[in-house]
């Protein structure tokens, strides 16, 4: 398995994988909205045998107005693929990129018990909270350097892309 940044080649298989791996379109048309606004910071795909079996975006967020991370969502693995290690593997490399940009921070929304083998813990343990007030702990955090958050946290906002996700 190859883990690389998308090339334009790969959009029509990334949006066919989002679509099938989530239960609507919006997550496919969210990663079209935030690539036509330049706000894919990063965009990896898992590729084998040339077909396109993951994908994985990171887009900015803010913290009380200041952009200071990144937002990693969505993961998306082909079913046929799940639970062989193609989803940690974009994960570790997109963490492992946003590490090498001296990206301060990275929240993700999602399952605890998969996103802490990555570092990830509530984010409310930095005091930080999300405009999904509803995620409780499964909205987490990982500081990838050091003192990027603030003691006392505060609002972590996703850019306005997002605002598909609660219609």
Do not use: W
């Amino acid at each position: 398995m190859l883990v690389r940044k998308e090339f334009p080649a790969d959009i029509g298989a990334i949006r066919e994988l989002l679509v099938s791996a989530f239960p609507s379109p919006v997550e496919a048309e969210l990663v079209d909205a935030l690539r036509a606004a330049g706000r894919l910071s990063i965009s990896l795909v898992a590729v084998e045998a040339d077909a396109v079996v993951g994908h994985v975006a990171f887009s900015p967020v803010t913290v009380d107005g200041r952009t200071l991370g990144l937002g990693l969502a969505p993961l998306a693995v082909h079913a046929e693929r799940r639970r062989r290690g193609v989803g940690a593997r974009l994960v570790r490399d997109g963490l492992s990129l946003c590490r090498n940009a001296e990206v301060g921070l990275v929240v993700v929304l999602g399952d605890p018990r998969y996103y802490t083998r990555f570092g990830f813990e509530a984010a409310r343990r930095h005091e930080l909270r999300g405009e999904y007030e509803e995620a409780g702990d499964a909205f987490q955090a990982v500081e990838l350097v050091r003192g990027t958050i603030r003691p006392g946290g505060g609002l972590v906002r996703y850019c306005s892309e997002f605002a598909s996700l609660r219609s």
